[in-house]
């Protein structure tokens, strides 16, 4: 697998995690493998995450021409299941674990896979290519539902009136349609800036993929299954991932002023089961010119404490 996309903060995550050679390590979010391959050099074992059947088919092609290291075990499945994915092969805890949130660098260049406007394509969005894809929703949701998705994971202030847009305008089955709706919509002009389409995009895909219920899921396993010493390290792309990284850890360490839905009741103080958080670390000029993906990149960071897992709900 000749990955031609570039990890994001790849240096940085390595810190974060500090692989030794017998570690036990999840890459989350396996994509193009950059993450894994830097952390099998360090002789570390990997369990490698991915709903995306593109992604772990490249992944098992490359781990052929490698000798099919047994220090590589491929997950085609959510991260979400990173739980019990692992106890289905006797792992219990690990030692790191690393997720590069949202869309994949290979998945936004395949016109076909539907999740980018600068190349027409079927609209699709799915990363697990099954299950109710971008068409089905802007086609069959009601306009206050496809509005409340726009404001929600696209931050978009006239969702109500794209909403309406994209109702009119059905039925609807290619990106190239759906970005040109939108900037009608909003009376966006080539040239006028960042295109609007962007917003809209990012909140179908969100909700389509599930992303933040997902992230949620990810992050309530990660305390489940690090080790003490355990290091987290998390890459989002966007304001709404890392709000909720940085809400988790820091309600985790013990840090947030307010209640939140992390935290006991008040009176139990508790003890801390996440500490060292890092700063936000961003990546550098350097980097950004190199791989212009990484220009929105924020990584955050845990080690996890000997404290006990909170009883997450069903």
């Keep these: 697998m000749n990955a031609p996309h570039v990890p994001v903060l790849l240096d940085e995550v390595l810190e974060v995690l500090s692989p030794q050679p017998g570690d036990v390590i999840v890459d989350a979010t396996f994509g193009a493998g950059g993450y894994t391959r830097a952390i099998l050099d360090t002789g570390a074992t990997v369990h490698a995450f991915d709903r995306d059947p593109d992604a772990i088919a490249a992944g098992r092609e490359w781990a052929e021409t490698q000798g099919s290291d047994p220090r590589l075990v491929l997950h085609p499945r959510r991260f979400s299941e990173m739980v019990s994915a692992l106890a289905d092969l006797g792992v219990a805890r690990v030692d790191g674990i690393a997720m590069d949130i949202g869309i994949s660098s290979m998945q936004l260049d395949q016109a076909e896979r539907g999740f980018a406007f600068s190349m027409d394509g079927p609209l699709d969005m799915t990363m697990s290519r099954a299950g109710p ?12 539902h496809i509005a409340d998705v726009l404001y ?19 039925p609807l089955s290619t990106t190239g349609q759906l970005a040109e709706v939108v900037r009608r919509a909003l009376g966006y002009r080539s040239g006028q800036g960042k295109d609007p389409a962007t917003r809209s995009f990012q909140a179908i895909r969100i909700h389509v993929n599930g992303e933040l219920d997902e992230l949620e899921a990810a992050l309530d396993a990660s305390e489940m299954l690090l080790n003490d010493g355990g290091r987290l390290a998390v890459v989002s792309f966007h304001s709404l991932e890392d709000r909720m990284v940085k809400t988790f850890l820091r309600d985790a360490a013990n840090k947030n002023p307010r209640g939140s839905r992390h935290l ?6 508790p003890l801390p089961r996440f500490g060292q958080l890092t700063k936000a670390i961003r990546p550098s000029k350097a980097e950004i010119e190199r791989n212009p993906r990484a220009r929105s990149a924020t990584l955050r960071g845990a080690v996890r404490t000997a404290a006990p897992a909170r009883e997450i709900a069903a």
């Design 152 to 170: 929600r994971y696209g931050e978009e202030r006239q969702s109500r009136r794209v909403a309406r847009a994209i109702v009119a305008a059905r």
């Design 264 to 269: 006991p009741e008040a009176g139990e103080n």
């Design 133 to 144: 894809n971008a068409a089905d929703f802007v086609n069959e949701a009601e306009a206050y």
